[in-house]
């Protein structure tokens, strides 16, 4: 964090600590530390299981399985929608 923090004050870059968030991501087999404690501007910033970027959610494993499951929820509820629409409004039967 030392040297992300010099780069923004010769940047001039500002960080906000709210939206900030932590994650420490790994592809190893066994378990990492739970915790990892890390300061923004001596605010203590969140640590996430999960993150979302450009639309995209990625884990902490850096696997898309959360994005996965995101995609067959919507997908679920659209296509029960048009089912809902279809039977009310063209008079589709089962």
Request: no cysteine; proline share 1%.
């Amino acid at each position: 964090m030392t040297k992300i923090s010099k780069w923004a004050r010769e940047t001039k870059a500002r960080f906000n600590e709210k939206k900030s968030k932590t994650m420490l991501m790994s592809r190893r087999k066994r378990e990492e530390r739970g915790e990892v404690v890390v300061y923004l501007n001596n605010n203590l910033l969140k640590q996430v299981k999960t993150m979302k970027y450009l639309w995209i959610i990625i884990d902490k494993k850096l696997t898309i399985r959360e994005l996965k499951k995101q995609a067959t929820d919507k997908f679920t509820k659209l296509i029960s929608y048009f089912i809902k629409i279809s039977k009310t409004e063209l008079g589709f039967k089962p």
